[in-house]
């Protein structure tokens, strides 16, 4: 969304022209030519005279609002309304003023106007003066029309002469979504409302509705029947209401104008206000404006007033503050459900800003929660934090859910339920005067509760004066009273949910409820803070009570505009500061040593280049570019609220500092030594790339982008929660957090939804890459990898680990929970299992194939090259495993569960075993062909070189070999149950001597056995 600066300033002004007067004016700071007023309405206080009633404005000068009426015998009239001062290049192209006569006997007037676009422009009446001294609806009320260069104002029927005002507003066809849309409605039916529907789509909360006024033909004296107020029903229908119907032709006009996104603030707020009974009413805005910046726009008043009697039915709308309202408990209504998942509850039309909190009760049945709670005009509530409380001898459950600042209309709260209910009910009860966010002050609940007459309610301690207390008693039977200072929200048969108001914190407040009946009960407790902060509101006035009137409104807002300058330069060591506004422009230079300093507001460009040396520092508010560019060792410092930029770049040795807020950019370059330092809140970017040598730091908060790269030698920093990268890239959707301490790396790539954490220090890689849906956590000490892959649907858990490479495919598992991992080259293919449970685990190469598992549960395995293939098991239990080469094919079982194996280099092939299970193995070369069985039970074996061929057994169950070369062919059998000497002769098992067992029960020394088949 591109944001146009379209407005220097909104003023509001109210003129009230005395009794005895004509004219009077209001005096406005000066504003441009592209302002336009909107009046707000009218309040006389004469009642029927309309030459004394009625007055229309006009911009006198640029610092003079003018208000005229025709006589000033008697009587006053208060005019209200509010001036844009439009910018003239990017909203506002011409606005004329001017004023039509409709001639006595005559029903129309046109004046002529400057050309404009007619489908840029809107057509908006400023009011009247009425030559006549009695009121007859037909004779006043004209409409604006505008057809070329000529603006017509027309009126039912001809009695008296009326002077009308009017202002022509131009806009720039940039500032326009589409051409504006006149709405001419009419209607000759007996109905309270008309439509005009088929309008070409808007949408809303980028238009605002112009005012050009409505009449009726034939009514004389009935004002409810002539009084008209229109509304943006949907973006595609305009609705007009009337109080009361009558068949005679009624006409309403106006001017539809959708802006492009960004020549508003915010989205448009329509709303009603009703008076009844009363002169004033002040309805709260549903989101805070700068009202420096905002607009009224009215649209008309319906009223109950069927005579002449103008001061009780002519509104008029202002935009202001007003104190909040007294809390209080404003309506309370109860609903009950016996079947079903959803149990509604009807109140009268809730007014807006006020709290609707909901108690929730079922109390037979299967216990349930609460899984929504929503209303007819589609507002989604909240449930107060841990209110829900049971009892399970019932079962019975009591909630409570709430939605603040509620909008005027709801008439209908529906709660939907886990399951179906058997006897649910609920209390709505809507609250004045509560904190329009966060309003949750204290919550309690007391669960099982035994069977009594008087239940207790939940114990309440608040923190602030006027909360609102409400609680809710889960219960089979209703209350018949409830202890002072708690009233029921409902009378009733459906008495659960009671209130007080605390005029000062209490604590442990409680209330005492008496049932018919004992029962079993649950209580929720909550308590509601008052609003102590002062309303954004539109009040609505009238100067006579009687009579009710419901007028509609629109307010809106547009971003801010300050005096531009398209071109500037600054030579070295020249200053440009803005301490107290913003600066907008085009392009904009600063050469070496040069300061440019913002301190109170923000600056706009389309273009900046700042020099060597230069320093660039807004400390306000926020900085918004399409393009800029920092040269070597410049600096950039915003310090107060967020950078926003299409595209940026910093050379060498530049520096850019944020110190206050958030950094968000579409496209951001910084060179080689730049600097890059967010110290207060998130960074956050589409594409960004920082070259080497360059610095990135985040000391508050992490760093998210979607696609992001750091080059090679730069640095990072991070002491917060912070994610950073010195080269680095990874895709939208993957999540990197580094809770505890710094994230540094030189390359990394996650793919979408893969998960990063880093949870307890630091994790440095150079190069690592994790597929979508990979998992890599590391909770203890650090993660150290050259290089690093994890495909698609992996999970790495890391307890912590430390690797220089490895790979990890699909659906592998690893997690070391105890010490680090350090792997110079290590593959896992898919199904794998590798863990570390106790100690660590470090290997040169490794490479393990599918479903084969590697662990090490209390003891370290050393490995310089290691290969397991799929289905093998490679363990050590209680102590530690070195190998230099070490290959373990498919289905083969290695395991030292108690004494340490050390291998210059071993082959075991498929289905063989090597077990150590006290002991240790100690072999310089040795080679297990298939189906072999090689174990120790108590003792070492001590080999140089050794062969055992399949089928062969070689076993020591209490003593160990000291062996130079041996082999082992298939089917032998060797076995020692006592001690070898050490020895350093050869011994050598001929290989010709096949099927033989050789046994040792003391000392045994083979030199070359010479008969087949014998037992020695």
């Not at 609002?65 to 910018?87: H, K, L, M, Y």
């Not at 119907?245 to 989205?267: H, P």
């Not at 926003?644 to 770049?649: L, R, S, Y």
């Not at 958030?662 to 594409?687: H, M, N, Q, R, Y």
Request: glycine share 8%; with cysteine; net charge positive.
């Amino acid at each position: 969304m591109t944001n146009y600066v379209t407005a220097r300033g909104v003023q509001q002004f109210s003129i009230t022209i005395a009794s005895g007067n004509t004219t009077a004016t209001a005096t406005i700071n000066s504003v441009g030519s592209g302002a336009f007023i909107l009046c707000g309405g009218i309040n006389p206080s004469v009642a029927a005279n309309p030459a004394e009633d009625f007055a229309y404005l006009t911009l006198t000068n640029p610092t003079t609002i003018t208000a005229t009426r025709q006589t000033g015998t008697t009587g006053t009239v208060v005019v209200t309304g509010c001036i844009v001062d439009g910018d003239t290049t990017n909203l506002i192209k011409s606005v004329q003023y001017g004023t039509i006569t409709i001639a006595t006997a005559s029903t129309s007037g046109t004046a002529t106007i400057s050309a404009v676009t007619n489908t840029n422009t809107a057509t908006h009446l400023l009011g009247w003066a009425s030559g006549n001294t009695t009121f007859s609806a037909n004779h006043e009320g004209p409409i604006l029309s505008l057809s070329g260069t000529t603006v017509t104002a027309t009126r039912p029927a001809s009695t008296g002469a009326l002077t009308v005002g009017f202002v022509i507003i131009e806009f720039q066809g940039t500032a326009l979504n589409q051409h504006v849309q006149n709405v001419a409605a009419t209607s000759s039916s007996s109905v309270t409302s008309y439509t005009v529907s088929g309008l070409s789509s808007v949408v809303a909360g980028n238009t605002i509705c112009i005012y050009g006024g409505s009449s009726i033909a034939t009514v004389s004296t009935n004002l409810a029947e002539y009084k008209q107020r229109g509304v943006l029903a949907s973006s595609t229908t305009f609705t007009v209401n009337v109080n009361t119907a009558v068949a005679d032709a009624k006409s309403y006009n106006c001017t539809i104008v959708e802006f492009v996104s960004g020549v508003l603030n915010s989205a448009v707020q329509r709303n009603t206000s009703t008076l009844t009974g009363v002169t004033s009413a002040a309805t709260p805005l549903g989101t805070p404006i700068n009202e420096s910046y905002a607009g009224l726009s009215w649209l008309g008043n319906t009223t109950s007033a069927t005579t002449a009697v103008l001061n009780e039915a002519e509104g008029a709308a202002s935009l202001g503050t007003a104190s909040p309202p007294a809390v209080s408990h404003v309506q309370g209504a109860a609903g009950t459900a016996s079947t079903g998942t959803t149990c509604a509850a009807t109140i009268t039309s809730s007014t807006a800003g006020n709290l609707l909190a909901v108690g929730i009760v079922n109390s037979t049945g299967t216990l349930r929660t609460v899984t929504g709670v929503t209303d007819n005009i589609g507002q989604t509530y909240l449930q107060v934090p841990s209110a829900y409380a049971t009892s399970t001898v019932s079962p019975v459950f009591s909630d409570i859910w709430y939605f603040p600042n509620t909008a005027a209309g709801v008439t209908t709260v529906t709660v939907t339920f886990s399951g179906s209910v058997a006897n649910a009910v609920i209390n709505v009860t809507e609250i004045s005067g509560i904190a329009l966010s966060s309003p949750v002050d204290a919550v309690s609940i007391v669960n099982q509760q035994a069977t009594t007459l008087s239940p207790i309610s939940a114990p309440i301690t608040t923190s602030a004066n006027n909360d609102f207390i409400f609680a809710v008693m889960g219960c089979q039977a209703s209350s018949t009273t409830v202890s002072s200072p708690y009233a029921v929200v409902q009378s009733g048969s459906h008495n659960f949910g009671y209130y007080n108001i605390a005029a000062s914190p209490v604590t442990s407040q409680t209330a005492t409820v008496t049932l018919a009946v004992t029962e079993p009960y649950c209580f929720s407790t909550a308590a509601f803070l008052a609003n102590t902060s002062l309303l954004q509101v539109v009040t609505v006035t009238k100067n006579a009570a009687t009579a009710n009137i419901t007028a509609s409104w629109e307010i809106f807002e547009f971003v801010p505009f300050f005096v531009p300058s398209f071109s500037a330069s600054f030579t070295a060591t020249a200053s440009l500061a803005a301490a107290g506004s913003s600066l907008v422009k085009s392009t904009l230079t600063v050469s070496s040593a040069a300061s440019f300093t913002a301190k109170g507001g923000s600056l706009a460009k389309s273009s900046i280049s700042i020099a060597s040396a230069g320093s660039f520092s807004p400390k306000g508010i926020a900085v918004k570019k399409a393009t800029a560019t920092w040269t070597g060792i410049g600096s950039y410092a915003p310090k107060g609220v967020p950078i926003a930029k299409g595209i940026a770049t910093w050379a060498a040795s530049a520096a850019f500092a944020a110190v206050g807020r958030a950094t968000k950019k579409s496209s951001a370059t910084w060179s080689s030594a730049a600097t890059f330092a967010g110290i207060g809140l998130p960074l956050a970017k589409t594409t960004a790339t920082w070259t080497g040598q360059a610095t990135l730091a985040a000391t508050g908060r992490r760093v998210i982008s979607a696609v992001a790269t750091w080059f090679a030698a730069g640095t990072t920093g991070f002491t917060g929660k912070s994610t950073a990268t010195a080269i680095s890239t990874w895709s939208p959707h993957a999540v990197f957090l580094a809770v505890g301490r710094p994230l540094a790396k030189t390359a990394f790539t996650v793919t979408p939804s893969g998960v990063f954490n880093a949870t307890g220090r630091p994790l440095s890689i150079a190069i690592a890459s994790w597929a979508s849906h990979a998992s890599l956590a590391a909770s203890g000490l650090a993660v150290r990898i050259t290089h690093f892959t994890i495909s698609a649907v992996s999970a790495l858990s890391v307890h912590p680990a430390g690797t220089h490479k490895a790979t990890f495919a699909g659906s592998t598992t690893f997690s070391a929970a105890g010490q680090a991992l350090k792997v110079s080259a290590a593959t896992w293919t898919a199904s794998a299992h590798l863990s570390a449970v106790g100690q660590s685990h470090a290997v040169g190469t490794a490479v393990i194939t599918p479903h084969a598992t590697l662990a090490a549960t209390g003891a370290k395995k050393e490995t310089g090259t290691a290969t397991i293939s799929a289905i093998g098991s490679l363990a050590a239990i209680g102590a530690s495993l070195r190998n230099t080469v070490l290959s373990i094919t498919a289905s083969s079982a290695f395991a030292p569960r108690g004494g340490a194996r050390v291998t210059r280099a071993a082959t075991w092939t498929a289905s063989s075993t090597l077990a150590a299970d006290s002991a240790a193995t100690r072999t310089g070369t040795a080679s297990f062909i298939p189906e072999a069985a090689l174990v120790a039970d108590g003792a070492a074996r001590k080999t140089a070189a050794v062969t055992v061929h399949a089928a062969t057994s070689l076993t020591a169950a209490g003593g160990s070999r000291f062996l130079g070369t041996v082999q082992i062919l298939a089917r032998a059998t060797v076995a020692f149950a006592r001690l070898f000497p050490p020895t350093p002769c050869r011994r050598i098992l001929d290989p010709s001597l096949n099927n033989r067992t050789l046994t040792a029960r003391g000392i045994l020394r083979i030199l070359k056995p010479n008969t087949n088949g014998r037992t020695l």
